[in-house]
């Protein structure tokens, strides 16, 4: 299974699941998107409990290389955000990878 679940299928599906209405679900999905990505901006760390952690990290200029022509070119220095899975969710997809019981929590 390659799905991609996007923002809209998220929305339907919480608009479902709530009874809310369609936009009112949608703004509240864009505020918290919205807080999470000004919190991000201020160097601050999103912990969403039972899924994961998300934090800005810096990643020195280093040397690439091209795969198709080899030749070398400096990557610069930036900022990247990175996620960490909480432990909950780990296990949840352990317990996927060792079962192979999809949709189904450990």
Do not use: W, Y
Request: aromatic share 4%.
């Amino acid at each position: 299974m390659n799905t991609t679940v996007t923002r809209a299928m998220l929305c339907d599906a919480a608009t479902r699941q709530t009874g809310l209405d369609k936009a009112d679900v949608s703004n509240i999905a864009e505020t918290m998107f919205e807080m999470m990505r000004e919190a991000l901006m201020a160097g601050e760390n999103v912990k969403l409990t039972k899924f994961g952690a998300l934090q800005v990290r810096s990643r020195a200029e280093r040397i690439g290389r091209n795969p198709r022509t080899g030749a070398e070119h400096v990557i610069t220095e930036r900022h990247t955000v990175v996620f960490t899975p909480s432990g909950q969710l780990r296990d949840s997809l352990d317990f996927i990878a060792s079962t192979g019981k999809v949709g189904q929590a450990a």
